[in-house]
């Protein structure tokens, strides 16, 4: 049975890889973790691997033959905003300003650079569909388009009447999800995926402690939030991401009513 873990920023995914490979083996793990990079493989080399881990359009597994067990990891909307940006300003803040000019890291250099209403909020931001395309109801649209250019062309539908508005997109973006084999939680995937795994590939559950990675605790919960506002987020910023929030809180409780 193939294995298909479909890898939202910011939700425990680097983690969740290190447990694939704990269970397979690194030689079963697909190495690709993007869409270019898995798209350069044939159907053939993609059929070497059991398992495959990262950013991926949903869409590109269509084709896979065979059994296969999806499924992706979810957390607070609004919780998960935030963490990307401060993951972004972190990262960022590793590169020199020469690395930062790079074409390919201006995500980065807007996310450092940028003060909190340009980032958010400004419509003449110059990559401003660059970044709504990762925070406006990413969850919503990624499953509705299932595909990292959801929203893109879902947008582009509801401008055609194709799609009378957002509200149809939720719709559709619930019933693509509800075909996913499991939808865990971020705060206790551990033991159910673990459990899940073990039946699938007969093999005995590890010890979490040796897969959990790249855990954040320095900012948590409210402190995110308050360390925004000291960066000069004022309430245009904030309301701006509860929009951002607006579909994906409604598709999460759908899934985590009580989280």
């Not at 690709?32 to 950013?55: C, I, P, T, W």
């Not at 905003?81 to 690395?99: D, G, M, P, T, V």
């Not at 649209?141 to 539908?157: D, P, Q, V």
């Not at 790249?214 to 309301?239: F, H, P, S, Y």
Request: aromatic share 14%.
């Amino acid at each position: 049975m193939k294995i298909i873990f479909l890898h939202i920023p910011k939700t425990a995914g680097q983690s969740v890889h290190q447990l694939l490979i704990n269970f397979l083996g690194k030689d079963k793990v697909c190495p690709a973790r993007v869409n270019n990079q898995l798209l350069s493989y044939s159907k053939q080399e993609m059929d070497k691997y059991q398992a495959f881990s990262g950013h991926f359009d949903w869409c590109i597994f269509d084709n896979l033959p065979g059994p296969k067990f999806t499924f992706t990891v979810l957390r607070e909307p609004r919780e998960r905003i935030l963490s990307f940006y401060f993951y972004l300003r972190k990262e960022a803040n590793k590169l020199s300003q020469e690395e930062l000019e790079v074409s390919e890291k201006q995500g980065l250099k807007a996310a450092f650079t940028l003060s909190p209403y340009d980032y958010f909020v400004n419509p003449k931001t110059s990559i401003r569909n660059f970044i709504d395309d990762h925070y406006d109801n990413f969850y919503t649209y990624y499953f509705a388009g299932r595909s990292y250019n959801g929203r893109s062309k879902l947008k582009n539908l509801i401008f055609a009447k194709t799609l009378k508005d957002t509200e149809d997109v939720l719709k559709l973006a619930l019933e693509n999800i509800s075909t996913l084999d499991k939808v865990y939680h971020i705060n206790d995937w551990q033991d159910r995926l673990e459990k899940d795994l073990s039946e699938i590939t007969s093999t005995k559950s590890l010890n979490y402690q040796n897969y959990l990675v790249n855990q954040n605790k320095t900012i948590e919960g409210k402190d995110r939030l308050e360390k925004l506002k000291e960066l000069g987020a004022d309430k245009n910023v904030i309301q701006q991401i509860e929009q951002f929030c607006k579909l994906d809180n409604l598709l999460y409780k759908n899934f985590f009513p009580l989280h």
